[in-house]
């Protein structure tokens, strides 16, 4: 009967660990240098836009993205709703003329319905900035995101991940699994 109540506990365990990863919070991913982006509508007909990593997650504000200066980066906004949007950079939450490191994609003529768009984008300082759509009250509708932009000496060296991977946890499940399942054939008893 213990060893049923141990195996249990390990199994809850194992699912609560496993669970864990899909609570974590998204930021954007990058592969090697180029971010790809959606622009559209947060729910159908909500009236609010976005920006999210793919056509079925897009949200208001849109993700975080982790820019390094010096980095040289193409950023592609794929526009999946039925209206005009774009994207630029901007050191504040407003639409400007001259977005930061040419990185503006068809900021007066817009991307259109279905299309998408391109820009290569190297930051040259570090900060706090914003991305956002440059069409008419679209930033009110909830089409910007924030842009951080660190130092190549500050940023952090990749060695250990934000949150474990998927490859982690699920190392670390069998493992407690296989020496749970070892010490209920074995019949060891945990120390009370």
Aim: proline share 6%.
């Amino acid at each position: 009967m213990k060893n049923r109540i141990w195996l249990v506990f390990t199994l809850i365990l194992v699912i609560g660990l496993l669970t864990t990863l899909t609570a974590t919070t998204t930021k954007a991913q990058t592969s090697g240098n180029t971010i790809t982006l959606y622009a559209g509508s947060v729910n159908s007909g909500s009236g609010t836009y976005g920006y999210g990593l793919s056509s079925s997650k897009i949200t208001s504000p849109g993700p975080t993205l982790n820019l390094v200066e010096g980095t040289t980066y193409t950023i592609t906004v794929n526009n999946v709703s039925n209206m005009q949007h774009s994207f630029e950079i901007v050191p504040t939450e407003a639409a400007s003329t001259s977005p930061l490191w040419n990185s503006g994609i068809d900021i007066t003529s817009y991307i259109s319905a279905d299309s998408s768009g391109s820009a290569t984008v190297t930051p040259t300082q570090t900060g706090n900035f914003y991305y956002v759509c440059t069409v008419p009250a679209h930033i009110s509708l909830g089409m910007y995101g924030k842009v951080v932009v660190t130092s190549a000496s500050s940023s952090p060296t990749p060695t250990i991940p934000e949150f474990p991977s998927a490859l982690t946890l699920m190392f670390v499940a069998l493992a407690i699994t296989a020496l749970t399942t070892f010490a209920a054939w074995k019949k060891i008893r945990p120390p009370r």
